[in-house]
């Protein structure tokens, strides 16, 4: 017989019983449950809203439950409905009649609240580990390249010369604002619930602030409807898991651009990558290729939720129920994701010979070139203009900007010297751009030196 049967004067249908349970996904809050229900048992016996004694043995036997939870011994049952359900059935098959007293001044819809609002704070401290993660192998990448030059691109056309190092650190700042957003997922999370009841509180004096401190909040909900009715920490869990999937897809995308024939960049490691079953030539970004489709996914879990809770009036509705799906799969998703992704990115060999190649073509050099003229007294748009003309003719003679001669630069402008090819160097491109920034090894030195110190914060 179900704990709420008393009402009812039939039991419900069997395919309502396999509709209606959530007990095959909200299994995995065991932990968080049976924790949150200690720390209430324990607080209603030193209130004295139950007596100690049974208080004591209620502890004792959740305990248990919990080791056994743990060892997997024990078989969750469908026709308890859920988490819950389960947990409080099975107390009360140990322990007898005490078991009863551990839904006092409790409803499922604040307990439910606190589980999820448990599980939230774990998983956005695993994000921010994994991220941290992350972010110590790009700089290690980077300190190893802060002199590799490669071409900056705009458009997918190449653009300017930055360095391996810079381009990298792009990434690094994406993903400490990721750790960042999910800190503030934490931090939303972070608000004890139990105590709203149903939706209006309860009459007996429950000492909020005690269960708080057992379980580690920093402090209690405000207002009972919203304390069962707010999936916010969860939007906002969700949100920060979409953008960080965006900033992983869009690193696999360039992985898996530059690992093609056409800018042979990177080489992936065999052993995250695979073969074709027909051509033996083949070596595919499989690994960042499925990344980069999962983001999909993750996006979906978010536009799930937020569709799920749009309409909903206060408080609970069972709609609500669809919540943990949605984010157990992003949860799963993105950590899975972050793993493989940071074990793929330690094992990537940088062509940084192909790389400096690359930056050598496609005019990079073009805007240092009008700079020199500027620095000779040339107005910005005249020079602009000029070096068009020059890139215009070596398009037409299949050259460089460097290939050209003295007399070839000054064919097109008098203010050309000697000094102008030096100016036009790769390496001075990158080492003039020496501001806060920008590409020069000392200031790419500098941010990498923040960000390791941020990562100890």
Same mark, same amino acid.
């Given at each position: 017989m179900k704990l709420w049967a008393g009402r009812f004067?039939?039991?419900?249908?069997?395919?309502?019983?396999?509709?209606?349970?959530?007990i095959s996904f909200d299994q995995r809050l065991f932990e968080q449950d049976i924790t949150g229900s200690i720390a209430h048992a324990t607080?209603?016996?030193? #209130? @004295?809203?139950?007596?100690?004694?049974?208080?004591? +043995?209620?502890? #004792? @036997?959740?305990?248990?439950?919990?080791?056994?939870? +743990?060892?997997?011994?024990i078989q969750w049952r469908t026709d308890a409905e859920d988490i819950h359900m389960n947990v409080e059935a099975l107390l009360t098959e140990r322990i007898g009649e005490a078991g009863k007293r551990l839904h006092t001044g409790r409803s499922r819809n604040d307990q439910v609240a606190l589980d999820t609002r448990m599980y939230a704070r774990l998983a956005s401290r695993e994000a921010e580990t994994l991220l941290e993660e992350l972010v110590g192998a790009l700089l290690d990448i980077a300190e190893k390249h802060l002199h590799t030059i490669m071409p900056g691109y705009t458009h997918l056309q190449k653009a300017q010369p930055i360095t391996l190092a810079h381009h990298m650190m792009a990434y690094v700042q994406m993903f400490l604002r990721d750790r960042e957003r999910f800190a503030r997922a934490y931090e939303a999370a972070d608000v004890m619930v139990l105590g709203s009841g149903a939706l209006a509180g309860t009459t007996y004096p429950l000492n909020r602030e005690r269960v708080a401190e057992l379980l580690g909040f920093s402090r209690i909900s405000e207002n009972s409807l919203d304390g069962v009715s707010d999936r916010d920490f969860l939007l906002d869990y969700l949100a920060a898991a979409s953008i960080a999937m965006m900033h992983l897809s869009r690193f696999c995308e360039e992985l898996i651009l530059w690992s093609s024939n056409e800018f042979r960049f990177v080489e992936m490691d065999d052993g995250f990558a695979t073969?074709?079953?027909?051509?033996?030539?083949k070596k595919n970004p499989d690994v960042a290729e499925l990344i980069r489709g999962k983001t999909g996914r993750v996006y979906g879990d978010l536009m799930t939720l937020l569709t799920v809770m749009k309409g909903i009036p206060?408080?609970?509705?069972?709609?609500?129920?669809?919540?943990?799906?949605a984010f157990f799969d992003a949860r799963d998703t993105l950590l899975k994701s972050l793993t493989v992704f940071t074990a793929m990115l330690r094992t990537v060999t940088f062509r940084t010979d192909v790389m400096e190649?690359?930056?050598a073509g496609g005019f990079t050099n073009a805007t240092d070139c009008a700079d020199y003229l500027v620095r000779k007294g040339v107005a910005f748009r005249d020079?602009?203009?000029?070096?068009?003309?020059?890139?215009?003719?070596?398009?037409?003679?299949?050259?460089?900007?460097?290939?050209?001669?003295?007399e070839e630069l000054k064919q097109f402008h008098p203010a050309f010297e000697e000094d102008a090819?030096?100016?036009?160097?790769?390496?001075?491109?990158?080492?003039?751009?020496?501001?806060p920034g920008a590409p020069a090894p000392a200031q790419v030195q500098a941010a990498i030196d923040h960000a390791r110190a941020s990562l100890t914060r």
């Open positions: 004067g039939k039991a419900t249908d069997q395919l309502v019983d396999d509709f209606h349970s959530s607080m209603l016996g030193e #209130e @004295g809203i139950i007596p100690q004694e049974d208080a004591e +043995k209620i502890v #004792e @036997g959740l305990r248990g439950i919990l080791a056994d939870a +743990k060892a997997g011994t073969g074709s079953s027909i051509m033996p030539q206060l408080a609970y509705n069972k709609d609500m129920q669809e919540d943990k799906e190649k690359g930056a020079a602009h203009r000029v070096v068009g003309e020059l890139v215009a003719h070596c398009l037409s003679e299949g050259k460089a900007l460097l290939d050209l001669s003295l090819f030096e100016a036009m160097s790769l390496l001075t491109c990158v080492e003039k751009r020496d501001i």
